[in-house]
């Protein structure tokens, strides 16, 4: 038989072989096909690490005002919202590069110091593209495993950051466990950072940890590391439809060239406008994230009860061992209208990553999860 155009395509290019290979990104499940499945309308998206409260307010009115000009290319440099950061933060605004959602920045320092024969440290369970992205570029990955009791392995850390990777991505708090390093474990790993080294401290949910938890960007100001902080508005703010996220480099070097690995106008207008607006609503982030600790520590308390085993949480999601196959927990709750994630990274194929979600919905999940989980 003849063989189809597609098949004849498929096979025909010869593909950058490390692209070609990457694993796919476990996405959370959207909702037009969260209602196929389910036969559900109210569906409780628990999957993505989003904010239940949305977003404030003045992030709609800048949207709807007239500095929102759509028809204009935005700034490629986005100074606006740079220069406000630098404020906020006491750093330099040229020592700031602005992403499209901090992801970018992943993928502009694997570009930008990555290539075949560089090596990448990271942990497991980990952020996927923390793997994918340093895969892309050719490099190998090194994950060091979560330790017995659900938090960093301090040890194995130190030694993997000192055999001299290319890049360490770290994030604290930890997603997807939840565990945020202490001051003084943090100051230990940077200790152990040698010359040659890149030292990436993902801190997408630094809003939510615990008052006394370390401040990557201050730790690292001094320490004379060649380092980058990244931090997001997808989270805490509630802007992760809009993609903006942010790395504070160490030096103008750094930063220079990672702006140099990113797309020139990679920060729409909507995304600069509202991530201004959403920075000087501070007040309302603050109270967003004092409901959902507040609700995480219910609903921890709650699955506590059910008999399972939780990891610590300084985010705003629960990461926990369901005693089975996580993906069978997932879909029965797909049924009941709830999303979740399903860990499935090899050897934790058990856990399953659970987002603090609205009252409502974080007792939806917890009504479901006492009729699914045997009682022990
Ligand atoms: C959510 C998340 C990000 C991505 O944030 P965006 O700014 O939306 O790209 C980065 N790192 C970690 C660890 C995250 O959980």
Known sequence: MEQSVEAKLESSLPFNPHVASLPAYNAGMNIAA?????????????????????CSPAVMAALASSAFEPWRYADPACSALRAALGERLRIEPSRIVVGNGSEEMIAAISRALLVPGTSVATVVPSFGLHEIEPLAAGASVVKVPMSASLGFDLDALEQAIAAG????????PWNPVGPGLDSQALERLVSAVRPGTLFVLDEAYFEFA????????????????AHVVLRTFS????????????????????????????????????AQLAAIAALEDEAWMK???ARIRAERLRVAAALEKLGLRLAPSQTNFLFFDCGGDSSALAASLLQEGIIVKAWREKGYECFLR?????????????????????AK
């Open 34 to 54: 969260a209602r196929a499945a389910s036969g559900r309308h109210d569906i409780a998206r628990l999957a993505s690490n989003e904010n239940p409260d949305g």
């Open 165 to 172: 990777p290319r890049v360490v991505f770290l994030s604290s």
């Open 210 to 225: 615990d008052p006394d938890a370390p401040d990557g960007i201050e730790v690292l100001r001094e320490s004379g590391i």
């Open 235 to 270: 989270k805490a703010y509630g802007l992760a439809g809009l993609r903006v996220g942010y790395a504070v480099c160490s030096d103008h070097e750094v930063a220079r060239v990672i702006a140099a690995a990113k797309t020139p106008f990679n920060v729409n207008a909507a």
């Open 287 to 289: 109270a967003s994230v």
């Open 354 to 374: 659970a987002t603090i979600g609205s009252p409502a919905e974080n007792d939806r999940l917890i009504q479901a999860l006492a009729q699914l989980v045997p």
